[in-house]
């Protein structure tokens, strides 16, 4: 909930934004104001090892509460008030409240009354696994308490740049069934409340400082709804989250830092998706309608039909930080890599900057195909991407080639899937996934 909202609920807003604090920072409130002696490590303690730099100067590795202060201040970040018993009993009301509906407190624990029985572990999602690739991508498998299935998302460091990107996921599974890509074949499962998706950035955020003093995650700054699942199938949960993060009083992140990117299920939801504070993406992957059924066999709508509900969605935006859009092409060898497959897409994405009234920003992302198993898609040489980027570029469309991060651990973009079936599985964090 916003800001005013939980100053409702907690009977003043500087408790409300404490707690904020805290969530922005992936603190557990009903933890750092109960000063719990083992505030960060029983529950990342047994991944630590995984990650490339793991915190120095505690017993088991990790931040102790007395630290904290010194990361706020370092962060350049407020220092919470304090909040008393009374205040953090009505955030466990809170939290019981949430995940009663959800299904998640069994009866002994909604009846507790220790407030650390009903942290955002316990009421939301754990951690269940970290890999972490060569080039430090760290991919996050994280156990759903409603029903124990698995999403990941991962945290990609741009060591020169001072920050990491996040690519966060919107659904359990996905429906779209685009044929390069791994979560398309797990089908959909469910889709993830605002709350779960939310708890990914808490976790990133918590990993990224607990490892930050030698910089090998720097902190989160930008946010990409590119994970598993399509944000068009589960809007409502999307566009609530994507203006919590960029709340001021919440997460803060600037609407140009987090993007939303649609396969476009139909022309309709590029409107609805741009009730969201946040910039728009699309999947295209190929503009001729024949090969684009070939790479995402449940498209329903012509590519000229979808073009024109991308372009009304963009003539609605009036901020500059929203005019800022993006076409996806996931490029693959002999399927959509050749120099007509640009001049079609130059074509497209031109018809768009004309038709779209005032500037716009608009780019191209390349992304070269990564290795899915696929019986025949192969990843294009560079050579070949390069050319494809240059006719762009010639033809005055901005193009740039996503570097590829994280496929030794099937962490890059189209690889992200997990195994994890509806059936309750046994929380034990010492009975880690492969």
């Known amino acids: 909930m916003d800001i005013e909202e939980l100053s409702n609920q907690l009977n003043g807003k500087g408790r409300a934004q404490a707690v904020w604090d805290c969530y922005r920072l992936g603190i557990d409130p009903l933890l750092y104001f109960t000063k719990s002696p083992d505030l960060e490590g029983y529950s990342l ?3 630590m090892d995984s990650l490339r730099s793991p915190p120095q100067n505690h017993e088991n590795g990790l931040s102790s509460v007395d630290d904290l202060e010194t990361v706020y201040k370092r962060m350049q970040k407020r220092v919470p008030n304090g909040l008393g018993l009374n205040a953090l009993g009505l955030v466990a009301d809170l939290a019981k409240r949430t995940s009663h509906e959800a299904g998640v407190l069994d009866e002994t624990r909604e009846k507790c009354n220790d407030l650390r029985s009903v942290t955002v572990e316990d009421t939301i999602a754990t951690l ?3 890999n972490v690739s060569a080039d430090g991508t760290t991919k996050l498998l994280l156990n759903m308490q409603r029903d124990n299935l698995q999403v990941e998302t ?3 460091p741009w060591l020169e740049r001072g920050r990491s990107t996040l690519c966060i996921s919107s659904q359990v599974g996905c429906a779209q069934g685009c044929t390069f890509c791994a979560t398309g074949k797990m089908g959909k499962l469910r889709n993830l409340s605002s709350d779960e998706i939310l708890v990914q950035v808490y976790y990133a955020n918590k990993i990224c400082r607990l490892t ?9 700054n930008n946010i990409v709804f590119m994970g598993m699942g399509e944000p068009a199938d589960n809007i409502d949960a999307v566009v609530r989250t994507a203006n919590i993060l960029t709340d001021q009083d919440l997460f803060g992140l600037g609407q140009s830092k987090v993007t939303i990117s649609t396969v476009a299920p139909s022309p309709e939801v590029f409107m609805k998706l741009a009730s969201a504070n946040a910039a728009l993406a699309w999947s295209v992957h190929a503009v001729n309608d024949k090969l684009r059924k070939k790479l995402v066999p449940t498209t329903r709508y012509t590519m000229e039909e979808l073009r024109m509900g991308f372009v009304n969605a963009l003539n609605t935006r009036n901020s500059k930080s929203l005019r800022m859009t993006m076409l996806e092409i996931a490029l693959i060898h002999d399927v959509n890599d050749q120099l007509s497959h640009a001049d079609d897409l130059a074509d497209f994405a031109l018809n ?8 716009i920003k608009l780019v191209v992302n390349l992304i070269p195909f990564n290795d899915i198993g696929h019986a025949t898609y192969r990843k294009p040489s560079i050579e070949r991407v390069l050319a494809f ?9 901005y193009t740039y080639i996503r570097k590829t991060r994280g496929d030794d651990e099937s962490a890059a973009c189209g690889q992200l899937a997990t195994t994890m079936k509806k059936q309750r599985k046994d929380q034990n964090h010492g009975d880690l996934a492969p």
Do not use: C, E, N, T
């Open 45 to 47: 303690a047994p991944f």
């Open 128 to 130: 269940y696994h970290i």
């Open 154 to 156: 991962v945290i990609i």
């Open 212 to 220: 930050g003093d030698d910089q090998k995650l720097p902190p989160v």
């Open 352 to 359: 768009i900057m004309h038709d779209v009234k005032g500037s």
């Open 389 to 397: 980027q240059k006719r762009l570029v010639d033809r005055g469309v």
